[in-house]
């Protein structure tokens, strides 16, 4: 069984920055494919960045892109978000998630329909 679990949320300023972790745990699978979502209230989760277990496939939101940093290490099971110049629209719950290898293939979107495991989130506040 897979599971995934998230931290390193909090409340920063606007301009400020966080690391998000997420730690992966279980499964058989070496190869696969991460991502970071997140979604407000009454918004569809939407897309932030994904990668894959070859550190390749890297795809950003448009909003996100050249802000923030996604990596992840084998050896831990881990993967991260680095957050920089925080606006007050990056406020939401931040999840993690993993699907097949395939869907970090250019010719796949970042979308929350190609992940299968989730975590329970880590909330991100940003004020301004």
């Known amino acids: 069984q897979v599971q995934m679990v998230e931290s390193g949320g909090g409340s920063v300023q606007a301009g400020g920055s966080l690391k998000l972790s997420c730690k992966i745990t279980?499964?058989?699978?070496?190869?696969?494919?991460m991502g970071w979502f997140r979604q407000v209230p009454g918004k569809q989760r939407e897309g932030v960045a994904r990668?894959?277990?070859?550190?390749?496939?890297?795809r950003y939101g448009d909003s996100v892109q050249s802000r923030f940093t996604i990596s992840q290490d084998n050896a831990q099971n881990s993967l991260y978000l680095q957050m920089n110049n925080l606006k007050p629209e990056d406020t939401g719950m931040y999840y993690c998630?993993?699907?097949?290898?395939?869907?970090?293939?250019?010719?796949?979107?970042?979308?929350?329909?190609?992940?299968?495991?989730w975590g329970q989130g880590t909330q991100v506040n940003v004020s301004s």
């Open positions: 998630a993993r699907g097949l290898w395939t869907y970090c293939s250019s010719g796949y979107s970042l979308d929350h329909m190609y992940f299968d495991y």
């Open positions: 279980g499964g058989t699978s070496k190869s696969y494919c």
């Open positions: 990668i894959n277990t070859a550190s390749d496939g890297i």
